[in-house]
């Protein structure tokens, strides 16, 4: 069969409405699902913030404060100061494995400021300390261990425990983390707040990109992105992970001194369609996050 120049641009322009109607119907399609997805998100959205649909709940906080503070023999006045400041929690909707995880983390900073403790003792009695070139403050040490409460309502717990250590003019400081769902009774994972982990860490890398930390150990940003991975799929060793919390303002993420070379704070909002809704502030309750208060 034979086509003349008449039937083939009838053709081409069929072909022309064929693509523009699959297009319509794709974007449609598209734009359907996204209404959809924002319906969806809204609705959990809403019935998230309002706490009368949630499990009552009664958690007891109480403060932990143990305070060392002692200084060597003149003429050297070599000093050690410490400070461990945390909460108890008890309460029925407390797993055991969320509790013991924190007393373990807590008796194991216990347990090593005191063996600080008897060693800086012992050494401001030897003969040791008297033999040395009298320096005023001479290796003196400071030890501070805090954690503030960045969100406590009937959805959740979520803290952030500081940790600072001074040596002579040397000073280091990183983050350990406690997120806890009091409705599911299990701890919180990074993976159940943030929806997509590729859109996550491109956001924190644009931002470290658009206003990077004053101090950096390395030159890209390869190693940030290990501490997000391991953050994000639970690695145990809470040294090589950014620490998190969900407070006032939204998915707040803490670098530290030892990790990269000086402390960056970074909050991503509640609003931001990579934060699971479930997680939105109740709209019946007033914040008050504690280390944003103190630190800004």
Not at 129 to 143: A, F, L, P, Q, W
Not at 200 to 215: M, W
Request: a negative charge.
């Amino acid at each position: 069969m034979i086509i003349n120049s008449k039937g083939i641009n009838q053709l081409k322009r069929i072909i022309a409405v064929i693509i523009t109607l699959c297009i319509f119907v794709f974007n449609g399609c598209s734009q359907l699902n996204h209404g959809r997805e924002l319906q969806d998100k809204n609705e959990i959205q809403t019935e998230r913030q309002d706490s009368s649909k949630l499990d009552e709940i009664s958690v007891d906080v109480k403060n932990n404060t143990y305070t060392y503070d002692e200084c060597g023999p003149e003429p050297r006045n070599t000093t050690m100061y410490i400070l461990i400041d945390y909460y108890e929690l008890e309460g029925e909707c407390l797993s055991s494995p969320f509790l013991e995880d924190r007393e373990d983390f807590f008796s194991t900073i216990n347990e090593d400021y005191d063996k600080r403790k008897v060693q800086f003792e012992e050494y401001i009695k030897s003969d040791l300390y008297k033999e040395k070139d009298v320096v005023e403050g001479m290796n003196s040490e400071k030890h501070i261990c805090k954690e503030y409460i960045e969100r406590n309502d009937k959805l959740l717990y979520s803290s952030i425990v500081s940790i600072s250590e001074t040596y002579g003019g040397n000073w280091m400081g990183g983050y350990r983390s406690f997120n806890y769902d009091f409705q599911k009774q299990e701890n919180i994972d990074l993976s159940d707040v943030v929806i997509d982990y590729t859109v996550f860490k491109k956001t924190v890398i644009e931002e470290l990109n658009s206003n990077p930390p004053e101090i950096q150990y390395v030159e890209d940003y390869s190693y940030y992105e290990y501490l997000l991975y391991n953050a994000y799929y639970g690695k145990d060793d809470y040294e090589e992970q950014v620490a998190w919390t969900l407070d006032k303002n939204g998915l707040t993420l803490y670098f530290g001194t030892s990790q990269i070379g000086c402390e960056y704070i970074y909050t991503i909002p509640y609003t931001s369609e990579n934060i699971n809704p479930y997680y939105m502030l109740l709209s019946d309750e007033e914040y008050d996050s504690e280390f944003y208060f103190d630190n800004n």
